[in-house]
Antibody
Framework: QVHLVQSRAEVKKPGASVKISCKSS????????VHWVRQAPGQRLEWMGW????????ESSQNFQDRVIITRDTSATTDYVELSSLTSEDTAVYYC?????????????WGQGTLVTVSS | DIQLTQSPSFLSASVGDRVTITCRAS??????LAWYQQKPGKAPKLLIY???TLQSGVPSRFSGSGSGTDFTLTISSLQPEDFATYYC?????????FGQGTKLEI
C-alpha cells in the first residue's frame, strides 16, 4: 500500500525556518514526483512546488519568492520542504502529495499534513 | 497563473439530492483538471482526474465533465458521507492552482 508519512507539527518564531519531511513507501519512489501544497486556516489549497521523478530536481513556485527549497533523499525515500523567513501568514497545514509524471498528472496519494504555527 | 473559479462557494442540499459544482479556468487547460474532496482535519482525496476519469475506489455517483475552460463535478445522489468541501485543480501548467472550494452542507 502507498503511504506518505509526514513529520510532526512545528511551532516557529517569525524570521525562522522550518523543514518538513515526507517519507514514502509502497511504490517505486523514483517513478513519481512529489508535490508540496499548503492550506492556511479557512483558505484554499496553495501549491508550493515539486520534486521531479527520475533525477529528483526540486522546483518551487515563484509565488514564494525563493523562500522554498525542496529536496529528496532517494536512499531514504524521503522528500523535504524548507520554508525560510517565516511570518504569521505562513501558519498553515503543509501536505505532500504523490504526483504522476505522465498522463493527466494528478495527485493521487497525500500525506496526513503537518501543522506549522508561526508565533512570537 | 491560471485562475480557477468555483461556483457556488456554499451549497446546501439533502441526502438523495443531485448536485453539480462548476469550475471555470481563466484560460484553456484541455482536460488537465482534477477534483478533490476534503473533510475537516483531513488531507484532500482525489475523486476525478483528466476531467472525467473516476479514481479507483471512488463511488460511481461521482462524475466529472468538461474541457477547455468549463468543468463540472456531479454527485448523482448525495450520501451522508459526501458532505465536505470540494476543490478543482488544474494540472495544465505551473504553478498548479486550485479553486477556492465549494462547501457542501446538509
Amino acid at each position: 500500500q502507498v503511504h506518505l508519512v509526514q513529520s510532526r507539527a512545528e511551532v516557529k518564531k517569525p524570521g525562522a525556518s522550518v523543514k518538513i519531511s515526507c517519507k514514502s513507501s509502497g511504490y517505486i519512489f523514483t517513478d513519481f514526483a512529489v508535490h508540496w501544497v499548503r492550506q492556511a486556516p479557512g483558505q484554499r489549497l496553495e501549491w508550493m512546488g515539486w520534486i521531479t521523478s527520475g533525477n529528483g530536481n526540486g522546483e518551487s513556485s515563484q509565488n514564494f519568492q525563493d523562500r522554498v527549497i525542496i529536496t529528496r533523499d532517494t536512499s531514504a525515500t524521503t522528500d523535504y520542504v524548507e520554508l525560510s523567513s517565516l511570518t504569521s501568514e505562513d501558519t498553515a497545514v503543509y501536505y505532500c502529495a504523490r504526483g504522476y509524471s505522465s498522463g493527466w498528472l494528478e495527485f493521487d496519494y497525500w500525506g496526513q499534513g503537518t501543522l506549522v504555527t508561526v508565533s512570537s | 497563473d491560471i485562475q480557477l473559479t468555483q461556483s457556488p462557494s456554499f451549497l446546501s442540499a439533502s441526502v438523495g439530492d443531485r448536485v453539480t459544482i462548476t469550475c471555470r479556468a481563466s484560460q484553456g487547460i484541455s482536460s488537465f483538471l482534477a477534483w478533490y474532496q476534503q473533510k475537516p482535519g483531513k488531507a484532500p482525496k482525489l475523486l476525478i482526474y483528466g476531467a472525467s476519469t473516476l479514481q479507483s475506489g471512488v463511488p460511481s455517483r461521482f462524475s466529472g465533465s468538461g474541457s477547455g475552460t468549463d468543468f463540472t463535478l456531479t454527485i448523482s445522489s448525495l450520501q451522508p458521507e459526501d458532505f465536505a468541501t470540494y476543490y478543482c485543480q488544474q494540472l495544465n501548467s505551473y504553478p498548479r492552482t486550485f479553486g477556492q472550494g465549494t462547501k457542501l452542507e446538509i
